[in-house]
């Protein structure tokens, strides 16, 4: 079975300060990696996602992900973050292949103060 | 496109009672999730269809919870009878299909609180 760990549950940044939001998998088999993002008051919607080919995978609104399969890790960077980056985002991971779904990490919540 | 419909956004029920939940999947979409988030954890995969089909059902509480899809379209979850510990948000997904991408689209999610 696949499993994600973030171990930051809160980052707080200032505006326009770089971030990176950290997260671990433990899969035996390959995968397929995801970032979710959570507005407030708003459902999970898909931030950025790594499949195959170049390890780094970017999203329309300046984050960034790299997929390092030695150390079996997912971080999340963006160099400058705004205001309206304040959001809980989710690590998520899939068996490559797989009729099964996402596991999701426990979250991080970005909060980025003025 | 009309994104994926949740209904009610609120409950709040007594242990022992019952509730349910509607979800709306995106037209066309296959597959159907219903995933449980309770606070302070990510979401957690409580059952998955494919068209009215089961996927995986593996991690439902099969003696209080239940779903279904009848039509292969809208889907109910049910809860009966509810204990303290159902209290979080849950939350309907759909996608094309179950293969590849992985890109699930969400609803808003229900709040079910069990006092």
């Known amino acids: 079975a696949q499993s994600v760990t973030q171990l930051d549950s809160q980052v707080p940044v200032f505006e326009e300060a770089p971030v990176e939001l950290r997260c671990n998998y433990s899969?035996?088999?390959?995968?397929?990696l995801f970032w979710y993002v959570q507005y407030p008051n708003q459902g999970l919607q898909l931030l950025l996602k790594?499949?195959?080919?170049?390890?780094l995978v970017e999203s329309i609104n300046g984050f960034e992900a790299e997929f390092n399969k030695s150390q079996t890790s997912f971080h999340l960077r963006k160099p400058s973050v705004h205001i309206s980056d304040t959001a809980e985002y989710f690590c998520?991971?899939?068996?490559?292949?797989?009729?099964?779904?996402?596991?999701f990490g426990s979250g991080t919540q970005l909060t980025v103060l003025p | 496109e009309a994104g994926v419909a949740q209904s009610p956004r609120y409950k709040i029920i007594e242990k022992r009672q019952s509730v349910a939940f509607w979800c709306n999947p995106i037209?066309?979409?296959?597959?159907l999730y219903w995933y449980q988030q309770i606070l302070g954890q990510g979401p957690k995969l409580l059952i998955q269809?494919?068209?009215?089909?089961?996927?995986?059902d593996s991690q439902l509480p099969k003696d209080r919870f239940s779903a279904e899809r009848l039509k292969g379209v809208d889907s109910t979850l049910k809860i009966q009878p509810a204990k303290l510990e159902d209290s979080a948000v849950y939350l309907c997904?759909?996608?094309?299909?179950?293969?590849?991408?992985?890109?699930?689209?969400f609803g808003e999610g229900s709040r079910l609180t069990v006092l």
């Open positions: 997904a759909s996608s094309r299909g179950v293969e590849g991408t992985g890109e699930l689209f």
């Open positions: 899969s035996s088999v390959s995968v397929y």
């Open positions: 790594y499949l195959s080919g170049s390890t």
């Open positions: 998520a991971v899939k068996r490559a292949g797989s009729a099964r779904q996402l596991t």
């Open positions: 037209s066309g979409h296959a597959t």
């Open positions: 269809f494919q068209n009215n089909g089961v996927v995986d």
